[in-house]
């Protein structure tokens, strides 16, 4: 009878290990299949948060890039002349703008000019606007009492200003600064007819596409060559001809044109890049 108990017991002891171990079984199981789950959740989450990080990367690098580059203009298209002020609003409102079309009558001024150009590298670019040379400091111009240091050249096709009413084939624009930060630039007219050869040169080494400036190894200009030996003008208070179109900038156009040849007007890379003509409001323009 005892034995049978005892057997009796075990055999409940056994029936209830066996039921507890299937328990404990799927229970593992069940845990093994829910770690696997977090592990695939986590793992997903994980490229997620590097997907993420690149896409924020690449964000940063256009801010950047943003942050640099100027609003887009231009000379046709979206964002031409008369659309400039939506994102420059200076070009829209501003009183002084540049160029003018200079006609008489003419005020006698009392200024001289005089130009200090040295010999120097070339160094040039094509800014997607236009062709434009550095200058190297030590080139001066002398306008009455006020000296200026040439920046930089640069040219429109055709040309901006008007004379009565008729553009040049192009104009070269000498920009110059003075120590208190005031701009001045002489504009030189150039027509078809002989080859001048500093153009030439400039021309052969201006790239052809937007890009960094470029020194040109063993070349040497004399921004002078460009210039007539008559240095009579006329002049009138203006603005840049570019955006931000900022105004305080004194022009003096040379009454005596340069020229070069039809095939230099043509190797030009830039068919048209002249900003139109601007109400005078009442400027007066001198000539000396
Ligand atoms: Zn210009």
């Not at 997620?48 to 100027?70: C, D, R, S, W, Y």
């Not at 937007?210 to 030996?229: F, N, Q």
Request: aromatic share 8%; proline share 7%; hydrophobic share 40%.
């Amino acid at each position: 009878m005892v034995r049978l108990i005892i057997e009796f017991i075990l055999a409940v002891v056994l029936a209830v290990a066996i039921t507890l171990a299937a328990v404990w079984g799927s229970e593992a199981k069940r845990q093994r299949k829910e770690i696997s789950t977090y592990t695939t959740a986590l793992k997903a989450a994980e490229e997620k948060i590097e997907a993420l990080e690149t896409q924020n990367e690449e964000l940063q690098e256009k801010v950047k890039h943003a942050a640099h580059a100027a609003p887009h203009w231009g000379y046709a298209g979206e964002m031409n002349p008369a659309k400039w002020g939506e994102a420059f609003p200076t070009c829209g409102t501003g009183k002084a703008q540049a160029p003018l079309d200079i006609k008489g009558p003419f005020e006698k001024s009392d200024v001289t000019l005089k130009v200090d150009y040295k010999m120097g590298p070339l160094k040039v670019l094509n800014n997607g606007h236009t062709i434009q040379v550095n200058v190297d400091p030590g080139s001066k111009l002398i306008a009455g009492d006020k000296s200026y240091n040439l920046l930089q050249f640069h040219f429109h096709r055709p040309s901006e200003e008007l004379i009565d009413g008729k553009p040049a084939a192009m104009v070269a624009h000498f920009v110059h600064k003075s120590d208190e930060g005031n701009l001045a630039v002489i504009g030189v007219l150039i027509n078809e007819g002989k080859e001048n050869a500093l153009l030439k040169q400039i021309w052969k080494h201006a790239p052809t596409k937007e890009g960094p400036e470029v020194t040109v190894p063993d070349a040497r200009i004399d921004p002078k060559s460009l210039m007539p030996l008559k240095m009579n003008f006329y002049s009138y208070e203006g603005s840049l001809t570019t955006p931000p179109c900022t105004e305080g900038v004194r022009f003096f156009i040379l009454k005596t044109p340069a020229t070069l040849t039809k095939e230099q007007v043509e190797q030009f890379p830039f068919k048209l890049n002249a900003r139109p003509v601007q109400p005078q409001n009442g400027r007066k323009i001198t000539e000396g």
